[in-house]
């Protein structure tokens, strides 16, 4: 008689004891409490100025000698009832009048078409930077203006028409800073933007109203071809329903001016890095563009930017919309991180106010339709936010 192998249920046995032995730790391991799993830290503290619960999305900020506080909403697609507004017990409300927020085709000189900037200067005038160029299209004809508003009066005491060879068919005007100890009545520097021709320094001189492109099309104020950017875990790019992803291609966008005026920085917002040129180049129209383009300075990298900012102290700083952060980069070229919270979805526009705050928006810019295929994700409120740094703005007079 043949003996029974038994080899097979035995091993049938001691795997199953095996497994269930394996299952309880993989059980417990599962079951481990989330709070105890290390997560990122917050750097510095923010603080909420204001909510935007209902209205359109704001790009710009600003804040006068006596604490007003004013903001701008392009017409990039939203519905804007008016393009510049003044934050007033709580609400915003349309400045100077909702008839100058009211385009007028006839009177482009006259009216606010999409307004990207707006900046008190060292006189407390509010200057209003209108590019003219609704949704990034072509600029319309006659109405690129640099508008200066007396905060005494809300009167408006200043236009400057940018005229067809400087703000070209595709030029985006962006941000402006000011020197008014230039020339007669002052000096604007303005970054050209473009998303689809040749980015650059605009220079306006205010008594005149002349102006003159700088650096167009040079690297320094192009988009870094082999930029590519990342903003909450997707890789950011125009995104078409039915249409292959396009790069996300801006050009110069952040600017600064150092606190005595001799040093202009500025930054493509598609790159991560900062360029520093000396002013008395860019002051010349007639200068030679060769000396120029050679006095240009590669400071490295400060993140991705939408908006720079300099203190009287001789700092600069940096918003990194990579990252929900902002920079700081001290007298000796160091940076370090002032604030990093995953309330500041996108901080665009840096400005120093009276108070010893730094002002910015987080507008969520990323999660427009336009680059999750015709799907809007952002979410309000849009928010102004403030975080102390104990210096005051750069004021040239």
């Known amino acids: ?38 997560a990122a830290r917050t750097v510095g503290t923010i603080e909420a100025v204001h909510q935007f619960q209902t209205g359109p999305m704001p790009t710009g900020v600003t804040v006068s000698a006596k604490g007003r506080i004013f903001v701008n909403f392009p017409r990039w697609g939203d519905d804007v009832p008016f393009t510049v507004g003044e934050l007033r017990n709580g609400a915003v409300v349309a400045y100077p009048s909702q008839a100058a927020n009211t385009f007028d085709a006839k009177k482009p000189a006259d009216t606010l078409s999409s307004v990207q900037s707006v900046v008190v200067d060292a006189l407390d005038r509010l200057w209003i930077l209108d590019p003219a160029a609704p949704g990034f299209q072509t600029r319309i004809a006659g109405a690129a203006k640099l508008v200066a508003v007396d905060l005494a009066t809300n009167k408006v005491v200043k236009t400057i028409i940018i005229p067809a060879d400087v703000a070209l068919d595709t030029t985006y005007l962006n941000d402006v800073r000011f020197d008014l100890r230039a020339g007669k009545a002052g000096v604007a520097y303005i970054t050209d933007s473009s998303v689809s021709g040749p980015g650059a320094i605009i220079v306006v001189d205010i008594d005149s109203g002349r102006s003159w492109r700088k650096l167009s099309g040079h690297p320094s104020t192009s988009p870094d071809p082999a930029f590519v950017p990342f903003v909450e875990g997707q890789r950011l790019a125009q995104r078409a329903p039915g249409k292959a992803p396009q790069p996300f291609a801006v050009a110069a966008d952040g600017i600064a001016l150092s606190a005595d005026g001799a040093t202009l920085y500025y930054s493509p917002l598609s790159s991560r890095h900062l360029y520093a040129v000396p002013t008395k180049l860019l002051l010349d129209a007639g200068a030679n563009e060769t000396a120029l383009a050679a006095a240009v300075r590669d400071l490295g990298e400060k993140g991705a930017s939408d908006g720079l900012e300099a203190d009287d102290q001789g700092r600069l700083y940096a918003g990194d919309y990579e990252h929900n952060s902002i920079h700081q980069r001290q007298a000796d070229g160091q940076w370090t991180t002032l604030a990093s919270d995953p309330r500041m979805l996108w901080p665009d526009t840096l400005s120093v106010g009276p108070d010893g705050y730094l002002y910015f928006i987080a507008n969520q810019l990323h999660r427009q339709a336009g680059f999750h295929d015709g799907k809007d994700l952002r979410q309000k409120p849009y928010m102004l936010f403030r975080t102390r740094i104990n210096a005051g703005p750069v004021m040239l007079k």
């Not at 003996?3 to 249920?9: D, E, G, I, L, Q």
């Not at 001691?14 to 290390?38: D, G, K, R, S, Y």
């Open 1 to 38: 008689m043949q003996a029974k192998n038994t080899s097979v249920p035995f091993i049938a046995a001691a795997t199953t004891a095996l497994l269930i032995q394996l299952a309880f730790p993989i059980a417990a391991h599962a079951a481990a409490p989330v709070a105890a799993v290390p």
